[in-house]
């Protein structure tokens, strides 16, 4: 069973920094995903089996996808935040099999089969 656990979520002021991480071993495609009150789940960036990455608009240029060597670690690095990034970030995974593109994932076209529980990021003005 693979389980996802994500952390450093946390309060910050609009401008400021931070890192998520999810940790569970994964060796195919992964990514970001959040939810903010009242609105539906959305992709942040995604990362395919080759290690290519994408990012949805608003966070191009902010956010940055990485995993660590050992594929057992997802980060998330946030800078220049905002309040509207305001949500409980989610980390994905899937063994992609089909090989979608990652617009597909991005996009949430296609339903990745394993979730974390979620972290929350509150950004105040």
Same mark, same amino acid.
């Given at each position: 069973?693979?389980?996802?656990?994500?952390?450093?979520?946390?309060?910050?002021?609009?401008?400021?920094?931070?890192?998520?991480?999810?940790?569970?071993?994964?060796?195919?495609?992964?990514?970001?995903?959040?939810?903010?009150?009242?609105?539906?789940?959305?992709?942040?960036?995604?990362?395919?089996?080759?290690?290519?990455?994408? &990012? !949805?608009?608003?966070?191009? #240029?902010r956010? *940055?996808?990485s995993?660590?060597?050992?594929?057992?670690?997802?980060?998330?690095?946030?800078?220049?935040?905002?309040p509207?990034?305001?949500?409980?970030?989610?980390?994905?995974?899937?063994?992609?099999?089909?090989?979608?593109?990652?617009?597909?994932?991005?996009?949430?076209? &296609? !339903?990745?089969?394993?979730? #974390?529980?979620? *972290?929350?990021?509150?950004?105040?003005?």
């Amino acid at each position: 069973q693979v389980q996802l656990t994500e952390s450093g979520g946390g309060s910050v002021q609009s401008g400021g920094s931070l890192r998520l991480s999810c940790v569970g071993y994964w060796n195919h495609c992964m990514g970001w995903f959040r939810q903010a009150p009242g609105k539906e789940r959305e992709g942040v960036a995604v990362i395919g089996v080759d290690g290519k990455s994408m &990012y !949805a608009d608003f966070g191009r #240029g902010r956010f *940055t996808i990485s995993q660590n060597g050992a594929k057992t670690t997802l980060y998330l690095q946030m800078n220049s935040l905002e309040p509207e990034d305001t949500a409980m970030y989610f980390c994905a995974a899937d063994y992609c099999l089909s090989r979608p593109p990652l617009e597909r994932l991005l996009r949430g076209d &296609y !339903a990745m089969d394993y979730w #974390g529980k979620g *972290t929350l990021v509150t950004v105040s003005s």
